[in-house]
């Protein structure tokens, strides 16, 4: 997993730090005076990084809970079959939740995820993705806080793997394909 693999860049470390910056703003704006906590949920693993940076920039009182799902094994491409892996610790219900996501390309992983969170029955259900993939997309997904659009490539690196390598590079890269 050597970064000679990575053929470029296509969100460097200083457009991170932008990106995650807006959205924090974003977010802090939207959520202003809420009643009860800010609930963030991450999809691990490749949201931790994002998720960290990002609720250090949310400007309201939150917490944090995490699921795991997974449509990838080691793979490059989403099989579409969803399997949840780890579920939330808390309810959602009656609650504003912001539900965190690293990428989205097709989505078939995260609609399955908000028609989840939807049945649980949170106050409000928003959605906020560091990655979007348009062109891969096959199944609409609403986003309301959207970091970087990229080409429908293969990326890893800012918590986004291939077969679990690459998540700890500090920018966002196109893996060379085999």
Known sequence: MDEKNITKVLVSEEEIRETVARLGAEITATYQGL???????GLLRGSFIFMADLVRRIKVPLVV????VSSYGDGTVSS??????????????????????DIVD???????????????????????????KPEARVVDIPLDFCGVHIPNEFAVG?????AQ??????????????
């Open 35 to 41: 009643e009860r906590e800010l609930m963030v949920i």
């Open 65 to 68: 809970d995490f699921m795991t």
């Open 80 to 101: 579409g079959d969803v399997k949840v892996v780890m579920d939330l610790d808390s309810s959602i219900e009656d609650r504003d939740v912001l539900l965190v996501e």
């Open 106 to 132: 097709t989505g078939r992983t995260f609609a399955k995820v908000i028609r989840m969170m939807r049945n649980r029955n949170p106050r409000s259900l928003r959605v906020c993705t560091f990655l979007n």
């Open 158 to 162: 800012y918590g986004l793997d291939y």
């Open 165 to 178: 390598g690459y998540r700890h590079l500090p920018y966002v890269g196109v893996l060379q394909p085999d």
